[in-house]
Each structure stands twice: as C-alpha cells, then as structure tokens.
C-alpha cells in the first residue's frame, strides 16, 4: 500500500538503522504473542485476568495489548515462558487462546494464528500401528506431530494412539485416518478423538465459532446428529487410569481450573442451566 504513495520531499527522508550487528535490539528475550479465537472483542483487562490467573501468575510477568483480541505476554525467564507454550490448550472460556514465539522482525499485522496444540488420540489401531515407526507418520495425517507418547522402546500400549498435534485451526477437525493394508489389499479407517478440545462448530467442524452462529449450517443425519458432533469428535472424560499406558503418563497442563466432572461427559459438550419455574403462590 505504501508504495503506492507519491513522496512528498519530507517523507523521502529516511531513518538509517544499523542493524546489522542486533537486528532485535531493545525487544525482550523472553515472549509470546497471542489470540483469543472469538467471535466477539474482549476487553483487554478481561485477557490479563483470566490468563494471569491460569499460568500461575508468573512472576514480573507483562501484558499488552496489541490488537483485537491480540496480546503479547513478557516474561522474566525462558522455563515460564516454555510452561506456557508446552501447557497448551488454553481458552478463555470456551474460545480457544492461540500462542506463538514472539519475533521482533515481523510486523504484528503479519502475524498469523493458525495453529493449536492439541492431544488427539487414534482409535482402533493393531499393535502394529502402535509405535514410533508407524504411528508417527499415522498421527502425521492429521496435522504435525509434536509429541507421540509411546515407552523407551517406542510402543505405545492401550486402546489408543496418544499424540500431542499442531491443529491447523483453518482447516477442519480431522475425524478419522486411513491406512490401506497391502496385505489385506483394502483401507480401513481408524477413529480420531480429541482432548480438552475449545468451542469449536458441529457444523463445519472449524474451531472458533459454534454451531448456532455457522454460516454454513450442515443437515442433520437420521439420529438428528450434525456431522462434527461432540460424541463422535471429543473425548470421554475418564479417571487416568483408563487412559493409554505408555509409561510417560498422561496428564497434560489446561487452560481450565476448574475441576474435572465426576461423571463421565465428553469434555466439549456445551450444556444449559434447566430452567426451574416458581411455584404459584396460593390464593
């Protein structure tokens, strides 16, 4: 756009930065950028509130805005920093936050938030599949793998595949992969389940968004069911005993404080308050 403009002798001027030697000079060592994925603008106190409180306040931790729904966060060391990156999913909510390095180079204009760490977890697999060698490339279908969680031998052990996925938030929800067996000479389909997944639509399956405010609203199969619905996308949530056994365990940092539900219920159902009507007073 700027190169559009016709100079005036003034603005021919320019400011020569030597830059050569420290190109991110006066910028701090130690931050992120980051996203609320909402469909409103949020107040930039309400951000500093809920995120100070969900990373455990750190200490001479900043934050500032930087544009709608935009923040940069500062912190005094690299291991706060990492705790952050690595405690992803976090939400403010039920709307996803998204995070990324800072880097002083790139004009916060350009910045792009496409990407979100999440646990997934592939179902059905045979032993075969369970393991570094097949499994990564497996998990690899459904966005780039930042963590398979398998044993020191590389085997994972239980009813599923557990992997940690940068999900490109543009594109959406990837509900099952395919493995065509040479042997058997056909493709099966192997189900794909997410954890402590955000607000995220029934519809189109897009995270970001509901399904009531979907402008590309999807029909309803014969069980009255949109095809991204949370019992066919979310995970269960049950007691950590019943999850995969890698040896590694299986706990991961939220972005939630609150407690988990003693019943089991998928981890992403969006539930309403029933309402109680007044009894009628007596005449």
């Keep these: 756009m700027m190169g ?16 050569e030697a420290d190109p991110a000079w006066g910028c701090p060592e130690w931050a992120i950028v980051g996203k ?11 951000i500093k509130l809920v995120i100070r409180s969900a990373w455990g306040n750190p200490k001479g931790m900043k934050v500032h805005p930087m544009g709608p729904n935009m923040f940069i966060a500062v912190f005094e060391s690299e ?4 705790k952050v990156m690595r405690g992803s999913p976090w939400v403010l909510g039920k709307n996803a936050i998204l995070l990324k390095r800072f880097d002083p180079l790139v ?22 599949l369970m393991n570094s060698e097949r499994g ?3 998990a690899e ?15 994972a052990w239980g009813a599923f595949l557990r992997a940690r996925i940068n999900v490109d938030v543009i594109e959406p929800l990837i509900r099952c992969v395919g ?4 042997r058997l000479k056909k493709t099966l389909y192997y189900e794909v389940r997410y954890e402590n997944l955000p607000m995220y639509c029934f519809s189109c399956g897009l995270i970001g968004h509901s399904a009531v405010m979907c402008l590309h609203p999807a029909e309803r199969n014969e069980e009255d069911k949109l095809p991204w619905s949370s019992d066919r996308v979310c995970v269960s949530e049950v007691k950590k005993k019943d999850q995969s056994f890698s040896g590694q365990g299986s706990h991961s940092a939220q972005g939630s ?7 089991e219920k998928k981890s992403c159902e969006v539930t309403f308050p029933s309402k109680t009507r007044k009894p009628r007073a007596r005449k």
């Design 257 to 263: 404080s609150s407690q988990p539900p003693t019943k």
């Design 107 to 128: 004009e916060p204009t350009d910045i792009v938030f496409d990407r979100l760490l999440l646990w997934v977890r592939i179902h059905g697999l045979p032993f075969a």
């Design 4 to 19: 559009r403009l016709k100079l005036i002798a003034k603005e021919s001027k320019t400011f020569v930065l030597e830059d």
């Design 179 to 182: 493995v065509f067996s040479v």
């Design 79 to 82: 291991t706060d920093m990492q």
């Design 136 to 138: 990564k490339p497996l």
């Design 36 to 46: 609320v994925l909402a469909p409103n603008t949020l107040h930039i106190q309400t």
């Design 141 to 155: 279908m459904i966005s780039e793998v930042d963590h398979l969680e398998v044993d020191e031998d590389g085997c």
